[in-house]
C-alpha cells in the first residue's frame, strides 16, 4: 500500500543544506509564500485544505438551516464531546495509516478497553487510576501482540486486524455478558464528558494555549532566519498566530456562556474531555515532527526498503505503530466510557472504526502511507461530528447519515487517490 516516495538517503530523515543554499533559493516573501502554497497544491499536496473547507461549508449550511441551534453555546459543547472519542481513535490510527497498513480492530479495541475499565471499577472495587492505567496497559499489550502479527511474522495487516476485529468482540461480549450493560459512576471518570473546568480556569488556559503557540511560532521563525534557512514572512506567521489566538479565545468564550435550560442551575465551562484531547494531540504532533521515531515513521512509509537500507528497524516500527493506535483506541474507549456512563457488550462496535479512519482520511492522512499529521484526526472528526450532529438537528432520516457520511470518506479517499497521482505526474 504504501508509496516509493524516498530515497535511502532520505529515509534517515531531513538533509540539512549548504549555509545560506535553502534561503538565497527560496523567495521569502508573502508573493513568494503564496506562489509556494499554489505550487503545492498543483503538485497534488492538499494537505488539511479539503478538511477545513469541509468545516467551514458544513457550518454555514447547518447554521443557515438551524440558525437558532447550531452555534448555541449548548449544542456546540455536545458535537465537541461527541467528537472526543472518534478523534483520539482516529489519532492513533494515523501512526498506523502513515506505514500504509490499516488496523480493522481499532475500535473493537477501545471496547474492550473499557470493558476492562468498567469491570475493574465496578466487579473489582479498584481504584480509578488502576482501572484507567489497567485499560490503558490492555491496549498496549493488544497492540503489541496486533504489531507482532504484521511486523514480526509477516501477516497482512488487513488480514490480522480482520480476523481480531471478530474476536475482540467475542472477548467484550465474555466481559460483559450477553445483552448486559456495566453502568459506571466513578466521578472522575463520568467528569471527563459531563463536567466542565470552571470558568476562570479556562479563560488561564486559552490564553496560555494562544500565548504558547505565538511563541513557539516566532521563535522557529526566528531561528530559521537566524540560519538563513527557508522560512515564511513574518506577516503571514503573525496572521497564523492571530488566527489561531481568535479560534481559542472564540471557542472558550462560546463555551464559557451558560447554555443550561433552566435558571435554576448554572452550566458553563469547558468539558473536560476538550483539554485532554488538545493535552494529546501537543504529544502525538511533537513525536512525529520533533523525534527521530517520527522521522522514522515517514521514511518507512514513504519507502520501507529505502528505510530499511538506511538502518532503521522496520520491524520495531511497525510493531510500535500498532501499540500506540491500541494505546489511543483505549483512551477513546474511557472517553466514550465516560460519555455514555456505561459500556455495553457493543462498544466499540458498529461504525465506531469507519468514523475514525473516515475522520483520518478527511483530515488529510493518505490511505497509501507517507504522509499525515495528527491534527488531520481533529480536523476530520470535527467534519464527522458536524455532520452526524446536523443531521440530528435536521431531523434526517437515520439511513441518510450513513449514506451522506460514506459519500464524504469516498470523496476524501478520491481526493487521496487523485492527489497521490498528481504528485507522482509532478515528479
Known amino acids: 500500500m504504501s508509496s516509493n516516495t524516498l530515497t535511502a538517503a532520505e529515509a534517515s530523515g531531513p538533509q540539512k543544506p549548504a549555509a545560506g543554499f535553502e534561503g538565497d533559493r527560496q523567495d521569502n516573501t508573502v508573493g513568494g509564500a503564496v506562489r509556494g502554497y499554489l505550487d503545492k497544491l498543483r503538485g497534488g499536496d492538499l494537505g488539511a485544505l479539503p478538511a477545513v473547507l469541509g468545516i467551514i461549508t458544513l ?43 490499516i488496523d480493522l480492530s481499532a475500535g473493537v479495541v477501545s471496547g474492550v478497553c473499557s470493558a476492562v475499565l468498567a469491570q475493574l471499577l465496578v466487579q473489582g472495587g479498584f481504584s480509578w487510576p488502576v482501572a484507567v492505567l489497567a485499560a490503558i496497559a490492555a491496549g498496549a499489550v493488544i497492540g503489541l501482540f496486533t504489531g507482532s502479527l504484521v511486523g514480526m511474522v509477516g501477516i497482512p495487516s488487513f488480514v490480522v486486524t480482520l480476523a481480531l476485529f471478530l474476536g475482540w468482540q467475542g472477548v467484550t461480549l465474555r466481559l460483559i ?72 479565545l472564540g471557542v472558550t468564550a462560546i463555551l464559557n456562556q451558560d447554555r443550561a435550560l433552566s435558571a435554576a442551575i448554572e ?15 501537543l504529544v502525538v504532533t511533537f513525536v512525529l515532527s520533533r523525534t527521530s521515531f517520527g522521522r522514522h515513521m515517514y521514511a518507512v512509509g514513504g519507502n520501507a526498503e529505502a528505510a530499511r537500507r538506511a538502518g532503521i528497524n522496520v520491524t520495531r516500527i511497525r510493531v510500535l505503530a500498532f501499540v500506540i493506535s491500541s494505546s489511543l483506541a483505549a483512551v477513546s474507549g474511557i472517553l466514550a466510557t465516560s460519555r455514555l456512563s456505561s459500556v455495553t457488550p457493543d462498544a466499540g462496535a458498529g461504525n465506531t472504526l469507519l468514523y475514525a479512519v473516515g475522520a483520518a482520511v478527511i483530515g488529510g492522512t493518505s490511505l497509501f502511507g507517507g504522509r499525515g ?30 449514506v451522506i457520511t ?22
Not at 481533529?378 to 452526524?388: H, R, S
Not at 460514506?406 to 515528479?427: I, K, P, Y
Open 177 to 248: 455478558g450477553q445483552g448486559g450493560t456495566v453502568p459506571v459512576r466513578e466521578p472522575v471518570i463520568r467528569a471527563l464528558a459531563n463536567e466542565n473546568v470552571p470558568v476562570t480556569i479556562g479563560w488561564v488556559l486559552a490564553v496560555l494555549v494562544a500565548v504558547a503557540y505565538a511563541v513557539i511560532e516566532l521563535w522557529r521563525w526566528r531561528a530559521k532566519k537566524a540560519k538563513d534557512l527557508a522560512h515564511q514572512p513574518l506577516l503571514l506567521v503573525v496572521v497564523r498566530v492571530v488566527l489561531m489566538a481568535v479560534v481559542v
Open 59 to 101: 457550518g454555514i449550511l447547518f447554521t443557515v438551516l438551524r440558525p437558532g441551534t447550531f452555534l448555541s453555546p449548548i449544542n456546540l459543547a455536545n458535537l465537541a464531546v461527541q467528537a472526543t472519542p472518534i478523534i483520539v481513535l482516529a489519532m492513533g490510527l494515523v501512526f498506523v495509516l502513515l506505514l500504509g497498513e
Open 267 to 281: 452550566l458553563a465551562g469547558i468539558p473536560y474531555a476538550i483539554p485532554l484531547v488538545i493535552l494529546l494531540l
Open 373 to 402: 499529521r495528527a491534527r488531520d484526526a481533529l480536523l476530520g472528526g470535527l467534519v464527522i461530528a458536524i455532520i452526524a450532529n446536523g443531521l440530528g438537528l435536521l431531523g434526517v432520516a437515520a439511513y441518510l447519515n450513513f
Open 406 to 427: 460514506g459519500g464524504v470518506l469516498l470523496l476524501a479517499a478520491s481526493v487521496d487517490a487523485l492527489a497521490r497521482r498528481r504528485a507522482a505526474t509532478a515528479r
